[in-house]
């Protein structure tokens, strides 16, 4: 028997997120079902895969505790499109029974006793990280990070903890890119987290949500083999990835054959503009004159045509010419804020680097391509 009372709004964020990790699981079908359950004067609403568990906590006004499983796809799209309203919810021998104004539904669910058990990790890193630095640190290196079974450890994201911040480091062993949050941390050790989880992650933080906004900062929890991220009123756990990230540091270059300091908005619809003559490999060539301080950009397609475009910056360095996947080249651009943007130039078998000019805590590493 459960009985509670709530908004519809809080409830549909609540079970929106919850939802996302819910798959067609034909194994094992309570995991295509939601937990809702009282909990200390709130409902909880649990969602887990076996890869993820995420609890959510929403307000209300508990008459009687209880709980239930209920199919994730039908309760959330339901619920969605009630009005924002109060919401009744009651458990009565396995059914769910919801009524908001004109609408009444009954879902059949199953006990609560089917549904596997969410861990609750209780060690906190002792660290707190500010929600938006992270949720722009996170999105800038989910991009490189690689979708590959054969090479597990570079399929998430390393979490570099050091005295005195955080470096957060994707690859796909094609491109890196590396993030620097300074912040103090007492836990000092690496370890990597799955992509689908960091998506999720930057789902829930660039929510508006406003029981969770109330707190600027989560914490984070660790187990063997387990993290827990805690936003406020969200929980979410996940698994960690076992394995040995590259010494990723070592790929990265110091120096350079030639260097450019460049407009980024302008280099950036340059390389739009000619990704349309871009060959199979999706190349384009870049030439650096040192002399006449320019870079000309060149793209060619046998069966289009080619395109040419020239750029002036700061200019150092020797004339050469590289080429690189010019889709590579916009997700770095993509996630640099400053209007000046460094290159670091090398030739066709040494990484280049791409910076923002005055934030020295973004970087991203790109490997030339071959031309054919």
């Known amino acids: 028997m459960m009985k509670i009372f709530c908004l519809q709004e809080n409830l549909k964020n609540a079970l929106a997120t919850a939802e996302r990790i819910v798959g067609k699981n034909l194994n094992l079908p309570i995991l295509n079902n939601l937990l809702l359950k009282t909990d ?22 508990i008459e009687k505790e209880g709980g239930i499983t209920v199919p994730a796809r039908i309760l959330s799209s339901f619920i969605s499109n009630l009005p924002n309203k109060k919401i009744e919810l009651t458990v009565k021998e396995d059914v769910l029974y919801i009524n908001c104004e004109n609408f009444k539904a009954q879902i059949k669910g199953q006990d609560i006793k089917e549904y596997p058990i969410i861990p609750i990790i209780e060690s906190p890193l002792n660290n707190q990280l500010d929600k938006e630095i992270l949720k722009i640190g996170l999105s800038q290196v989910i991009g ?12 998430g994201v390393l979490f570099d903890f050091n005295k005195n911040y955080l470096k957060l480091v994707g690859t ?40 969770n906004e109330k707190n600027k900062s989560l914490e984070l929890f660790l187990a063997p083999g387990q993290i827990m991220f805690d936003f406020g009123n969200i929980q ?6 076992d ?23 302008e280099i950036n619809q340059i390389i739009k503009v000619l990704s349309l003559f871009s060959g199979k490999i999706s190349d384009i060539k ?87």
């Open 172 to 211: 796909d062993s094609f491109r890196l890119a590396e993030k620097t949050i300074f912040n103090k941390n007492d836990f000092q050790q690496p370890i990597i987290v799955p992509q689908k989880t960091i998506h999720e992650v930057i789902k829930i933080l660039a929510e508006k949500n406003s029981e």
């Open 144 to 155: 490189g990070v690689a979708i590959s079974e054969t090479r597990p450890e570079i399929s």
């Open 40 to 61: 200390k004067g709130r409902l909880k609403i649990s969602s887990t895969n076996l890869e993820i568990g995420i609890n959510y906590w929403v307000s209300g006004k």
């Open 286 to 372: 870049f030439i650096v004159n040192s002399a006449k301080k320019t870079v000309n950009i060149f793209a060619q397609n046998r069966e289009i045509g080619e395109n040419e475009a020239q750029i002036e910056g700061e200019i150092e360095g020797k004339d050469m010419e590289v080429a690189y996947n010019w889709r590579y080249l916009l997700d770095g651009l993509n996630n640099i804020s400053t209007k000046k943007v460094f290159w670091g130039f090398n030739d066709e078998s040494l990484p280049s680097v791409l910076k923002p000019v005055g934030d020295e805590g973004y970087v991203y590493v790109v490997m030339p391509v071959k031309a054919v």
């Open 236 to 241: 979410m756990i996940s698994r960690l990835i």
């Open 243 to 265: 394995g040995q990230f590259p010494d990723y540091q070592q790929i990265i270059p110091n120096n350079f054959r030639a260097s450019a300091i460049l407009n980024k908005d």
